[in-house]
C-alpha cells in the first residue's frame, strides 16, 4: 500500500478535509499505537506498511498499559484536536492498518490488547481479506 492510499483511507474514514489533515492526524495516532505494543507486534506492523508510516509506531520505549480513553486522549492531546475527533481519526487510522497489512498479522496485533480497544479497532472485522 502506498502512503498516499493509507492518508486516503483515513482522509475518508474521519471525515477529514484533505489528505495532508489525515497524515497530520493520523501520526499521534500511530505513537501512541507503538507505545501501547509490543516491540514484537509493531515489528511485524512496520514490515508490512510504508517506511513513513511506520516511522510513526517506532519506539524506543517499553510498552506501556492504558485503557482506550487513554489512547484517545493521548491522541486528543498530541493531535491538538478534541476527544471525539480523536477517537474518530484513530478508527479510521486504524482501519487503514486493516487494509494495509494481513488479516492474520493484524488479528494478532489486536489480540495484544484488552477487548475494550475493540470500538477503536473495528478494522479486525474486515482484515479477513487479506491472506498471509
Request: net charge negative; proline share 5%; glycine share 6%.
Amino acid at each position: 500500500m502506498e502512503p498516499s492510499e493509507f492518508y486516503t483511507i483515513v482522509r475518508q474514514q474521519a471525515d477529514l478535509k484533505s489528505v495532508e489533515e489525515a497524515e497530520d492526524a493520523s501520526r499521534p495516532v500511530l505513537r501512541t499505537l507503538g507505545e501501547r505494543l509490543s516491540a514484537g507486534a509493531v515489528d511485524d506492523l512496520t514490515s508490512f506498511l510504508p517506511e513513513e508510516i511506520a516511522a510513526a509506531l517506532e519506539t524506543d520505549s517499553e510498552p506501556e498499559s492504558f485503557g482506550p480513553e487513554e489512547f484517545v486522549a493521548r491522541v486528543a492531546e498530541r493531535a491538538s484536536v478534541d476527544e471525539e475527533l480523536a477517537r474518530r481519526v484513530t478508527r479510521a487510522t486504524t482501519d487503514a492498518i486493516a487494509e494495509a497489512v494481513p488479516g492474520d498479522e493484524y488479528r494478532n496485533v489486536r489480540q495484544q490488547l484488552p477487548d475494550e480497544y475493540g470500538t477503536l479497532f473495528q478494522g479486525v472485522e474486515n482484515a479477513g481479506g487479506r491472506a498471509t
